[in-house]
T-cell receptor
């Protein structure tokens, strides 16, 4: 298993500003992902954070809006840039544990973002 | 990714079994059936997964139809802590763990 922490747990931001969310895992993992969960909705994958290379973004998400860093196998950041009220969501980090027999993902507690 | 269909919501009484259905008629031979659940104000957590045979673990059982076009997550004795959104997800074997979430089933457990 993996224990994942996210910072901040919640924030209220003004439109036009940017927020960087941190994700820390207690063990080295191969795969890290960032999801968005808009109010009352299911989770949508934003991107796969690749260690040592650029993130792989899903359709509808771009690097300029959601730049991602992954400097090592235990840490990643997601920045929400030039925010608007439509960016108000829960942002979740998840990991896939290499060699895990269940091939499962473990999720962090999420960062609750409100943009005014 | 192949699509899954689940009821929007279900209700159960505490201490009774719950059967959560999932249809996946376009499943391919290498798709694993995964179930995750999301408790209120938390990130999703893994429940169970299977390929062809029924599976049991400490949290639940997974019954897979012989043609694999449907499956059922079984909670043997529902508790109030089982109230959550349950997601049935198909994941291609050998893929990079990527999960595509549908809308899931909101399970309400009555005391």
């Amino acid at each position: 298993s993996a224990v994942i922490s996210q910072k901040p747990s919640r924030d209220i931001c003004q439109r036009g500003t940017s927020l960087t969310i941190q994700c820390q895992v207690d063990s080295q993992v191969t795969m890290m992902f960032w999801y968005r969960q808009q109010p009352g909705q299911s989770l949508t994958l934003i991107a796969t954070a690749n260690q040592g290379s650029e993130a792989t973004y899903e359709s509808g998400f771009v690097i300029d809006k959601f730049p991602i860093s992954r400097p090592n196998l235990t840490f990643s950041t997601l920045t929400v840039s030039n925010m608007s009220p439509e960016d108000s969501s829960i942002y979740l980090c998840s990991v896939g544990v290499a060699g895990g027999p269940r091939e499962t993902q473990y999720f962090g507690p999420g960062t609750r973002l409100l943009v005014l | 990714d192949a699509k899954t269909t689940q009821p929007n919501s279900m209700e159960s009484n505490e201490e009774e079994p719950v059967h959560l259905p999932c249809n996946h008629s376009t499943i391919s031979g290498t798709d694993y059936i995964h179930w995750y659940r999301q408790l209120p104000s938390q990130g999703p957590e893994y429940v169970i997964h299977g390929l062809t045979s029924n599976v049991n673990n400490r949290m639940a059982s997974l019954a897979i139809a012989e043609d694999r076009k449907s499956s059922t997550l079984i909670l043997h004795r529902a508790t109030l802590r089982d109230a959550a959104v349950y997601y049935c997800i198909l994941r291609r074997g050998g893929s990079n763990y990527k999960l595509t979430f549908g809308k899931g089933t909101l399970l309400t457990v009555n005391p």
